[in-house]
Protein backbone atom coordinates (compact mmCIF):
# COMPACT_ATOMS: atom_id res chain seq x y z
CA UNK A 1 0.00 0.00 0.00
CA UNK A 2 1.47 3.16 -0.95
CA UNK A 3 0.98 4.78 2.51
CA UNK A 4 2.80 1.91 4.31
CA UNK A 5 5.39 2.58 1.16
CA UNK A 6 5.70 6.48 2.26
CA UNK A 7 6.15 5.87 5.87
CA UNK A 8 8.93 3.54 5.35
CA UNK A 9 10.39 5.68 2.82
CA UNK A 10 10.05 8.62 5.41
CA UNK A 11 11.70 6.34 8.26
CA UNK A 12 14.48 5.61 6.04
CA UNK A 13 14.83 9.11 5.35
CA UNK A 14 14.48 9.96 8.67
CA UNK A 15 17.90 7.64 9.20
CA UNK A 16 19.70 8.98 6.94
CA UNK A 17 19.32 5.96 4.22
CA UNK A 18 18.61 8.19 1.52
CA UNK A 19 19.63 5.93 -1.32
CA UNK A 20 16.90 3.66 0.31
CA UNK A 21 14.49 6.18 1.27
CA UNK A 22 14.93 6.90 -2.82
CA UNK A 23 13.91 3.96 -4.09
CA UNK A 24 11.02 3.72 -1.79
CA UNK A 25 10.18 6.76 -2.82
CA UNK A 26 10.01 5.57 -6.12
CA UNK A 27 8.01 2.28 -5.74
CA UNK A 28 5.49 4.78 -3.62
CA UNK A 29 5.10 6.97 -6.74
CA UNK A 30 5.09 4.64 -9.52
CA UNK A 31 1.65 5.64 -11.69
CA UNK A 32 -1.24 3.17 -10.98
CA UNK A 33 -4.60 3.09 -12.32
CA UNK A 34 -7.26 4.75 -9.97
CA UNK A 35 -10.32 2.57 -9.80
CA UNK A 36 -11.22 2.84 -6.19
CA UNK A 37 -11.25 5.53 -3.12
CA UNK A 38 -8.32 3.61 -1.79
CA UNK A 39 -6.30 4.34 -5.23
CA UNK A 40 -6.98 8.11 -5.02
CA UNK A 41 -5.56 8.44 -1.66
CA UNK A 42 -2.69 6.34 -2.56
CA UNK A 43 -2.30 9.14 -5.18
CA UNK A 44 -2.28 11.67 -2.67
CA UNK A 45 0.52 9.42 -1.25
CA UNK A 46 2.44 9.20 -4.47
CA UNK A 47 2.09 13.10 -4.71
CA UNK A 48 3.92 12.95 -0.87
CA UNK A 49 6.04 10.61 -2.25
CA UNK A 50 7.34 12.41 -5.24
CA UNK A 51 7.78 15.75 -3.32
CA UNK A 52 10.26 14.12 -1.00
CA UNK A 53 12.35 12.85 -4.17
CA UNK A 54 11.99 16.18 -5.24
CA UNK A 55 13.39 17.75 -1.85
CA UNK A 56 16.33 14.71 -1.77
CA UNK A 57 17.63 15.47 -5.56
CA UNK A 58 17.40 19.02 -5.07
CA UNK A 59 19.42 18.93 -1.82
CA UNK A 60 22.14 16.96 -3.45
CA UNK A 61 22.18 19.08 -6.31
CA UNK A 62 20.35 16.57 -8.62
CA UNK A 63 18.57 19.22 -10.29
CA UNK A 64 17.84 17.58 -13.48
CA UNK A 65 16.67 14.92 -11.19
CA UNK A 66 14.69 17.16 -9.67
CA UNK A 67 13.02 19.31 -12.27
CA UNK A 68 11.68 15.77 -13.58
CA UNK A 69 10.27 14.66 -10.67
CA UNK A 70 7.94 18.47 -10.37
CA UNK A 71 7.58 17.51 -14.53
CA UNK A 72 5.56 14.27 -13.60
CA UNK A 73 3.84 15.38 -10.31
CA UNK A 74 2.21 17.77 -13.02
CA UNK A 75 1.38 15.61 -15.35
CA UNK A 76 0.03 13.46 -12.57
CA UNK A 77 -1.73 16.41 -11.14
CA UNK A 78 -0.44 16.20 -7.71
CA UNK A 79 0.99 18.29 -5.22
CA UNK A 80 -1.69 21.54 -6.01
CA UNK A 81 0.56 24.54 -6.72
CA UNK A 82 4.14 23.72 -5.13
CA UNK A 83 5.38 21.57 -8.04
CA UNK A 84 4.71 24.76 -10.16
CA UNK A 85 6.24 27.37 -7.60
CA UNK A 86 9.21 24.81 -7.05
CA UNK A 87 9.60 24.73 -11.22
CA UNK A 88 9.61 28.55 -10.98
CA UNK A 89 12.48 28.77 -8.86
CA UNK A 90 14.77 26.02 -10.28
CA UNK A 91 14.11 27.74 -14.06
CA UNK A 92 15.04 31.08 -12.10
CA UNK A 93 17.96 30.56 -9.76
CA UNK A 94 19.56 27.06 -11.11
CA UNK A 95 18.86 26.90 -15.24
CA UNK A 96 18.59 31.49 -15.49
CA UNK A 97 15.50 30.48 -17.75
CA UNK A 98 13.38 33.65 -16.90
CA UNK A 99 11.19 33.23 -18.87
CA UNK A 100 9.94 29.87 -18.50
CA UNK A 101 10.38 30.54 -14.86
CA UNK A 102 7.83 33.40 -15.12
CA UNK A 103 5.37 30.50 -17.11
CA UNK A 104 5.71 28.24 -14.07
CA UNK A 105 5.11 31.15 -11.72
CA UNK A 106 2.00 32.13 -13.41
CA UNK A 107 0.74 28.89 -14.08
CA UNK A 108 0.83 28.06 -10.29
CA UNK A 109 -1.04 31.85 -9.20
CA UNK A 110 -3.69 29.70 -11.54
CA UNK A 111 -3.75 27.31 -8.54
CA UNK A 112 -4.13 29.29 -5.55
CA UNK A 113 -7.46 30.92 -5.79
CA UNK A 114 -6.65 35.11 -4.47
CA UNK A 115 -8.70 34.54 -1.47
CA UNK A 116 -6.85 31.75 -0.38
CA UNK A 117 -3.93 33.66 -0.95
CA UNK A 118 -4.88 36.60 1.21
CA UNK A 119 -6.48 34.35 4.27
CA UNK A 120 -2.72 32.66 4.34
CA UNK A 121 -0.71 35.52 4.67
CA UNK A 122 -3.59 37.33 7.04
CA UNK A 123 -3.21 34.41 9.42
CA UNK A 124 0.84 34.75 9.53
CA UNK A 125 0.34 38.64 10.36
CA UNK A 126 -2.34 37.30 13.02
CA UNK A 127 0.17 34.58 14.33
CA UNK A 128 3.41 36.97 14.65
CA UNK A 129 0.96 39.43 16.75
CA UNK A 130 -0.49 36.99 19.05
CA UNK A 131 3.04 35.61 19.54
CA UNK A 132 3.89 39.59 20.95
CA UNK A 133 4.91 41.17 17.45
CA UNK A 134 5.10 45.00 17.86
CA UNK A 135 6.00 45.23 14.18
CA UNK A 136 5.75 43.25 11.41
CA UNK A 137 7.27 43.39 8.38
CA UNK A 138 6.16 42.13 4.61
CA UNK A 139 9.33 41.04 2.83
CA UNK A 140 8.11 40.06 -0.95
CA UNK A 141 9.44 38.88 -3.80
CA UNK A 142 6.92 40.30 -6.04
CA UNK A 143 8.98 42.95 -8.24
CA UNK A 144 6.88 44.83 -11.03
CA UNK A 145 8.10 43.08 -13.96
CA UNK A 146 5.50 41.24 -15.45
CA UNK A 147 3.01 41.77 -12.17
CA UNK A 148 -0.12 41.71 -12.09
CA UNK A 149 -2.11 44.17 -10.06
CA UNK A 150 -3.63 41.86 -7.12
CA UNK A 151 0.87 40.67 -7.18
CA UNK A 152 2.15 44.17 -6.62
CA UNK A 153 3.13 45.15 -2.71
CA UNK A 154 0.38 47.94 -2.72
CA UNK A 155 -2.29 45.77 -3.03
CA UNK A 156 -0.96 42.93 -0.11
CA UNK A 157 -0.93 46.25 2.07
CA UNK A 158 -4.48 47.24 0.63
CA UNK A 159 -5.61 43.99 1.04
CA UNK A 160 -4.23 42.83 4.72
CA UNK A 161 -4.04 44.56 8.05
CA UNK A 162 -1.35 44.46 10.20
CA UNK A 163 2.15 44.89 8.50
CA UNK A 164 3.91 47.43 9.94
CA UNK A 165 6.03 48.12 6.43
CA UNK A 166 6.16 46.08 3.17
CA UNK A 167 9.68 45.68 1.68
CA UNK A 168 9.97 44.17 -2.42
CA UNK A 169 12.63 43.22 -4.89
CA UNK A 170 13.05 41.02 -7.06
Known amino acids: DRMDLFSVGKALEKQGDLSAAGKVYRIA ?3 RPVTTISDLIGERYAGEANLRLFAMYRRSREYDKAMQ ?30 ESAMNWALRAKEKIPRSEEEALLQKAIDRAKEAGADMVIGLGHLGEAYSFTSWLSRSVIANTHG ?3 MIDGH
Request: hydrophobic fraction near 40%.
Open 163 to 165: LSA
Open 69 to 98: TLLNMVDRRQGGHVPFVELAKLEEHVYRNY
Open 29 to 31: ARP
